[in-house]
């Protein structure tokens, strides 16, 4: 049975017993960064819990985090048993996938606007909106749904970004060329104009908290992703400043604008490699509104050395992504993990019939344009060895790898700007592991030279006489 909303997946995570309620008052700072650290950690190790905080020192509203920092989580999320097994949850995904689009419907009524402030009104600096980890460069929301339209087609986009809190109506928001948004803002500055409208929805049903983090294909639209994703539409409402539809049952919408073309210092931030990233120029939102329900409960995301939730709540999505995409190219790919730090590492698993084969896998992989960004090890095994099973994975590197022929380098390869080896030049080295059994050749003819017909010379001469004439 789908989930209705926030609310109702946190009730759920209640019920089943991953939910620890925080109740006397905690600090911003550090507690709530040191909170989810720890229960990232304990998650590590064997099980930590989803936390809310009820009472947060100097604010009046509830903060919930690390919703989505378990596998066991996120299949709660998508209405399955949370003890489904990692290749079964790849499996699900796989099978919502292809039931896109479930297209949202447009509704006039929301939770979402039972408060509306617009103007003087607005202040951010009601929410709880921490520093997560003692480097960053401010306050930052972290997971925050952002929603922008396509200046040309129209369609909406729906993207994970962070936000630095600046003032009480102004964020920051790095803009990155290769996402969704940053190409939104490009083709806004070339058709000259000045701003590009946006909103955030925060406290969101937990499938589009998934489909945020998604790189699903450029021509979809996350909210139809997200009803695919749930098994039912999402409900959207207009927003109240900006022409673009939120979601309805979302606790909180920020509404505003960014200025195309001005930028302001944003950061540095604990990025998801585990590195705190540079301080940079960005653009910023200027806020016009916001809305909530009554009782709003913020959400937030704790972020730092993997695994925090982060690399949770994308690593499937990730994951099929890119099977999805390159099985198209090579349909002997049998499965595929993202298995480390949102994207960096990634194991394919093959059928092999024949020598060489696994480069074609490669090649396929490495085309999809989520890997190709971010991916810089990739490990290829036979379809007997489960890409989810680290251990069995090792098994295939100790014992059918062979390191004198089984490494590929890719130089001078795109890769991730916030891969931590590569600041501020986003390229550089690609490794691609074989750790497949050797398979014979594919089986050839005996090679013979083709050798003209004899009648050959009297039709040439025949038809260069029939050509003259």
């Known amino acids: ?103 949202p419907v447009v509704v006039d009524d929301a939770p979402c606007k039972e408060v509306i402030k617009k103007g003087p009104q607005v202040d ?37 970004y962070r936000m630095q809190l600046k003032d009480r109506d102004r964020l920051g928001i790095p803009v990155v060329p290769a996402h969704d948004i940053g190409r939104h803002y490009q083709k806004a500055q070339e058709m000259g104009k000045k ?43 207009k927003a109240e400043t900006v022409d673009l539809l939120v979601p309805a049952t979302s606790e ?61 709540i994308s690593h499937m999505a990730n994951s099929v992504c890119v099977y999805k995409e390159a099985k198209q190219l090579a349909p002997e790919l049998e499965s595929f993990n993202l298995a480390s730090s949102w994207c960096l590492v990634g194991i394919a698993s093959m059928k092999k019939r024949y020598a060489g084969q696994d480069k074609k896998v490669m090649s396929a992989i490495l085309a999809t344009p989520h890997a190709s960004y971010g991916m810089k090890v990739l490990f290829i095994v036979d379809h007997d060895v489960d890409p989810f099973n680290l251990d069995q994975v090792l098994w295939a590197l100790a014992t059918r790898f062979d390191a004198g022929s089984g490494v590929t380098f890719i130089n001078e390869a795109t890769m991730n700007p916030l891969d931590p080896i590569a600041p501020g030049k986003a390229y550089g080295t690609k490794m691609v592991l074989n750790l497949t059994e050797p398979k014979p050749p594919q089986p050839l003819p005996p090679i013979g030279i083709v050798r003209p017909p004899p009648e050959s010379g009297r039709w040439r001469q025949a038809l260069q006489e029939r050509w003259k004439s």
């Open 124 to 160: 951010l600096t009601e929410f709880p909106i921490v520093r997560w980890n003692s480097g960053d460069g401010g306050p930052y929301i972290c997971k925050g749904s952002i929603i922008t339209k396509d200046p040309e087609t129209g369609n909406h986009n729906v993207g994970l």
């Open 252 to 312: 909180i919408i920020i509404e505003g604008k960014i200025a195309v073309g001005k930028t302001a210092v944003e950061g540095p931030f604990g990025e998801f490699p585990g590195y705190y990233s540079h301080t940079r120029r960005a653009p910023e939102i200027e806020v016009s509104a916001i809305t909530h329900r009554k009782d709003p409960i913020f959400e937030g995301l704790y972020i730092g050395v993997p695994w925090t939730e982060c690399d949770w």
């Open 1 to 103: 049975m789908a989930l209705k909303d926030f609310r109702d997946f946190l009730s759920l995570l209640h019920d089943e017993k991953e939910l620890l309620t925080v109740s006397e008052e905690v600090s911003p700072e550090p507690d709530i960064g040191a909170m989810g650290r720890a229960t990232c950690d304990m998650e590590m190790e064997g099980s930590g819990p989803a936390i809310l905080c009820e009472s947060v020192c100097g604010y009046k509203i509830p903060l919930a985090f690390c919703l989505h920092a378990s596998n066991r989580r996120v299949a709660l999320s998508l209405g399955l048993k949370k003890d489904t097994p990692l290749k079964s949850l790849f499996r699900e995904f796989c099978d919502r996938w292809d039931r896109y689009p479930v297209k």
């Open 195 to 237: 701003e590009l409208e946006v909103a955030v929805a925060i406290g969101n049903d937990p499938a589009l908290s998934i489909a945020s983090c998604s790189p699903i294909p450029p021509e979809w639209e996350e909210y139809s992703f997200a009803g695919a994703l749930k098994g039912g539409p999402l409900s959207l409402v």
